[in-house]
């Protein structure tokens, strides 16, 4: 199965995003698949065709400010929390998704989950790969750095931030051939680096968690905690504190997995993952 590459403008901006459309029409809602910082819809490159393999249509779209899509400058996003469930919303609804499973991953990815508190008409299924999910959760001084006043504005405009960020939240190299991707956007425009520098600083993960926390106490969805045990920066104790707050959740630790779980294993990933896609409630 390929993966497609896609740009959609909506409203004043220009998302880029990757599909792949299953063989076979099915009945099973879309999946979609978020990323986290400092990551793209490309860690998903390898389990978007395993999903249309299965009879699911499979979408990962660059978040505003990330990889492909549009970059605008912060008079004309805000690259606050707020801001990314908006302009999600907006891309769900210009796809015309009337109900989704969501795949949410890492920092920012986060606002997938806020999205789905605000939406859950929207939402069939929810799996979440190594998300802060508690305001126990810290931001890592790797990522916490890219947001600080000059040191990060220089920080972020250094494509190698990317091999950095990506290798130490978890126990693997990344190829040489992937972290090209990777780094491309921060190779092309400075652009690049304002928007991840602004985003760091306006994550507002405190407040983002607690409202995940107070929201998902009353969640009714099935969901699915799946958990690289390699993460360096958020516990397992954090996710399975989280799902037994939960009415249907359940934890799958991961071994020699790491905090960007689909870039890092994506065989074991999606071996969790179709299963509980392809379940039907009784």
């Known amino acids: 199965m390929s993966v497609e590459e896609h740009f959609l403008k909506v409203g004043a901006l220009d998302w880029f995003y990757r599909e792949s459309l299953p063989v076979n029409n099915s009945d099973q809602p879309p999946v979609l698949l978020l990323h986290g910082l ?4 490309y860690s998903y490159r390898d389990i978007l ?26 008079r004309d996003f805000a690259y606050r929390p707020d801001a990314f469930v ?8 210009a796809l015309e998704l009337d109900r989704i499973s969501l795949v949410v991953q890492g920092f920012v990815g986060s606002a997938g989950l806020q999205y789905a508190l605000r939406h859950p008409e929207k939402i ?34 250094d494509p190698l931030l990317v091999d950095r960020t990506l290798e130490g939240g978890g126990p693997y ?8 991707v990777y780094r491309r956007p921060f190779l092309q425009s400075s652009a690049a680096g304002r928007a991840l520098f602004i985003t760091v600083r306006n994550l507002r993960l ?13 969640w009714p ?11 360096p ?31 890092d294993w994506h065989e074991k990933v999606s071996e969790v993952l179709l299963p509980f896609l392809r379940r039907q409630e009784t």
Do not use: C, M
């Open 124 to 157: 069939a299924r929810l799996a979440v790969l190594n998300t802060p999910l508690s305001t126990e959760a810290q931001l890592p001084w790797k990522i916490k750095q890219l947001g600080l006043p000059l040191l990060g504005e220089v920080f972020t405009q």
């Open 173 to 180: 190299q990344v190829a040489d051939k992937d972290l090209d």
């Open 206 to 218: 405190q407040q983002v968690t607690a409202e995940i926390e107070k929201g998902f106490s009353q």
């Open 49 to 74: 065709p395993v999903l249309a393999e299965q009879g699911f249509r499979a979408i990962a779209p660059d978040w505003i400010g990330f990889g492909f899509s549009a970059k605008p400058g912060k």
């Open 38 to 41: 400092v990551s793209q819809s």
């Open 233 to 263: 920066w958020l516990p397992l104790s954090q996710a399975q504190s989280f799902a037994s707050s939960l009415a249907n959740a359940e934890v799958v630790p991961l071994e020699q997995v790491g905090h960007y779980a689909q870039e």
């Open 86 to 93: 908006t302009a999600l919303a907006t891309f769900i609804d």
């Open 221 to 231: 969805q099935p969901t699915l905690i799946v958990w690289g045990t390699s993460d």
